[in-house]
């Protein structure tokens, strides 16, 4: 008992001891000649830094990435979706009528919704907010002919044209 209370003791010692000691870390010496921008929010300081620091500005748009990744994990799952973009339909009336003639058909169809505003944000050209929609048209529009969608298209014109009598 006395020895394992003596091999105990000098274990915590020496842990102990061995915790105050500064570890001999090299510091980086590799310099970048970049800034990297990951999101759309962190675009404008990344930007500012680059030009003040003389550094090119890289983008990586991984919100895009991992959307793409999403809809490619969603596709093989069997979730396929057509997406009407901004602009396409106008009225709920509009979105909840075609909705509703193509699921009777079996097809889901939806309504991609960009940036919400009209002003342009620094950077927003650069990072894109539709990847999991175009990334399910693409695999749509693979599946279907031009033509289905192109109906799909004068389906969609034919909601409108009854939505704007109504109203």
Same mark, same amino acid.
């Given at each position: 008992?006395?020895?394992?209370?003596?091999?105990?003791?000098?274990?915590?010692?020496?842990?102990?001891?061995?915790?105050?000691?500064?570890?001999?870390?090299?510091?980086?010496? *590799?310099? %970048?000649?970049?800034?990297?921008?990951?999101?759309?929010?962190?675009?404008? #300081? +990344?930007? /500012?830094? @680059? *030009?003040? %620091?003389?550094?090119?500005?890289?983008?990586?748009?991984?919100?895009?990435? #991992? +959307?793409? /990744?999403? @809809?490619?994990?969603?596709?093989?799952?069997?979730?396929?979706?057509?997406?009407?973009?901004?602009?396409?339909?106008?009225?709920?009336?509009?979105?909840?009528?075609?909705?509703?003639?193509?699921?009777?058909?079996?097809?889901?169809?939806?309504?991609?919704?960009?940036?919400?505003?009209?002003?342009?944000?620094?950077?927003?050209?650069?990072?894109?907010?539709?990847?999991?929609?175009?990334?399910?048209?693409?695999?749509?529009?693979?599946?279907?002919?031009?033509?289905?969608?192109?109906?799909?298209?004068?389906?969609?014109?034919?909601?409108?044209?009854?939505?704007?009598?109504?109203?």
């Amino acid at each position: 008992m006395k020895n394992f209370l003596l091999l105990l003791i000098s274990i915590i010692t020496i842990l102990l001891s061995s915790c105050d000691k500064k570890k001999d870390v090299k510091p980086e010496t *590799k310099v %970048s000649d970049s800034v990297i921008s990951y999101n759309l929010y962190d675009y404008e #300081n +990344a930007l /500012k830094h @680059a *030009k003040a %620091s003389k550094k090119r500005l890289i983008v990586v748009d991984t919100a895009c990435i #991992n +959307a793409k /990744k999403r @809809a490619v994990k969603d596709i093989k799952n069997g979730k396929l979706i057509y997406y009407f973009y901004h602009g396409n339909m106008n009225t709920m009336c509009e979105v909840e009528k075609v909705k509703e003639l193509f699921l009777k058909k079996g097809i889901q169809v939806d309504y991609a919704y960009g940036s919400s505003t009209c002003i342009p944000l620094i950077g927003g050209e650069k990072f894109n907010d539709l990847c999991y929609e175009e990334t399910m048209n693409a695999e749509f529009e693979k599946r279907h002919n031009k033509i289905f969608i192109d109906s799909m298209q004068s389906i969609r014109s034919q909601q409108k044209t009854d939505c704007s009598k109504k109203y």
